[in-house]
């Protein structure tokens, strides 16, 4: 009986440990749709991102949704979003509702709105929307 609950926390233990690891670590950044689109599938359970996150294409026109965030509650440090040609709204970022420190928005030549972040509730410093052509819709 003994072997077997001391089996029984090993198992709890290692198990626990490997779920605790939802989000990934440390500082992030996509440059394509692709990486955005995998990101729900990698981490299913990731809701709450600690490090600044940063989107960026890499190709013009590359970045067209973030839809592959869709579980994300918050950002913990900084959220930039810039230079995206293609990218229109934020849909994907509806269960958004804090970024920790700062957000920006950036560059991006096709954003016309920021549906998306309707529930967004809370920016810890700053924000900075700049140079976004078809921005018409704050």
Known sequence: MKASVLTLFFFLLFTNISIGQDCPTGDLEFTSQAEIDSFSIIYPNCTDIAGNVTIKESEPGTITNLLGFE????FGLSFTIEDNEMLTDFSGLENLTSIGISFS??????LMNLLGLNNL???GNSLLIEDNDMLMDF
């Open 71 to 74: 579980n994300i509650t918050s």
């Open 105 to 110: 928005i950036k560059d991006n030549d096709m």
């Open 121 to 123: 509730t809370s920016i």
